[in-house]
């Protein structure tokens, strides 16, 4: 079973409506963050979380909302969806607060805004 | 701010071709490098690390090494296969928390 796990994988929705993507894992990693993929730019942070009650803003969080529900639920949600969010969205999970430790991502959910 | 820049894409090579993508990265202190893969329709994965200068990296014969003076983490492999077709990312961590990322190299290894 995957450790990292993502939900949808795809997803298709009109401009306007509210989107909420979900993110489990069962590493049990106290740091989870959310990224979005857009070709030729990489990954970039929207979100991370160090525990349930410490969320913070990453380079491209206008437009979207997380939730920390426990310690293994992190989601993401876009309140009013627009175009410009079509993307590739990814979550991530991490060992510790050391600079060594490593990311471990899940599988991406594909969102299509129309 | 912290930034890391890598080789444009594509890269086309044929199979037992010698690969070579360049990244370079800008950062205040001593970040840990990294390098991700990502294969069609599948999330990142960790390909190799590095966490302080001249430290080198290998996995899946691929290898890179940590040059603090060029600021470079170069990754290799002296014999690719079409199993190696994926894009690449080079990472280097922004503080003690976060990851920033390169732009990715998609490569396409033709039989």
């Known amino acids: 079973d995957a450790d990292v796990t993502q939900t949808p994988r795809n997803r298709i929705t009109k401009t306007g409506k509210r989107i909420m993507l979900e993110c489990s894992q069962t590493k049990g990693h106290d740091r989870m963050y959310w990224y979005r993929q857009d070709p030729g730019l990489g990954l970039r942070l929207i979100y991370y979380?160090?525990?349930?009650?410490?969320?913070n803003k990453g380079e491209i969080s206008d437009g979207y909302s997380v939730s920390r529900q426990a310690q293994a639920k992190f989601s993401l949600s876009l309140e009013s969806a627009i175009p410009n969010q079509t993307a590739l969205y990814f979550c991530a999970t991490r060992t510790g607060g050391a600079v060594t430790d490593t990311q471990y991502f899940g599988p991406g959910t594909r969102l299509t805004v129309l | 701010g912290d930034s890391v820049t890598q080789m444009e894409g594509p890269v086309t090579l044929s199979e037992e071709a010698f690969l070579t993508i360049n990244c370079t990265y800008t950062a205040t202190g001593y970040p840990s490098l990294f390098w991700y893969v990502q294969y069609p329709g599948e999330g990142l994965q960790l390909l190799l690390k590095?966490?302080?200068?001249?430290d080198k990296g290998s996995n899946k014969g691929f290898e890179a090494t940590y040059r603090k003076e060029t600021t470079s983490f170069h990754l290799e492999k002296g014999s690719v296969q079409v199993s190696d077709s994926a894009v690449y990312f080079c990472?280097?961590?922004?503080?003690?928390?976060?990851?920033?990322f390169g732009q990715g190299t998609r490569l396409t290894i033709n039989p």
């Open positions: 990472a280097a961590t922004r503080g003690a928390q976060k990851l920033v």
């Open positions: 590095a966490t302080k200068a001249d």
């Open positions: 979380s160090f525990d349930v009650k410490d969320i």
